[in-house]
């Protein structure tokens, strides 16, 4: 019943997993982060605000027409 916050922005498992370096781990952060929504997560910290808003309001939306 309490917020979950997530901070997987940029983080070296997102590099070791996608053999990424720092500046190219925007993909993997967001679909990172997009699981931890799925999970419950409700707070974000990180970089990249911009993008993470537009996949977040994506997810939603998607998630609406999905649940009909």
């Known amino acids: 019943g309490r917020p979950v916050c ?7 498992l ?3 997993t996608l053999y990424r370096s720092v500046d190219d781990r925007l993909a993997g952060t967001i679909g990172a982060h997009l699981s931890a929504v799925k999970a419950g997560a409700n707070i974000f910290r990180g970089h990249d605000v911009q993008e993470h ?3 977040l309001t994506m997810y939603a939306i998607l998630d609406g ?3 009909g």
């Open 6 to 12: 997530v901070g997987g922005s940029r983080k070296s």
């Open 65 to 67: 027409i999905n649940r």
């Open 53 to 55: 808003a537009d996949a």
């Open 14 to 16: 997102i590099g070791l």
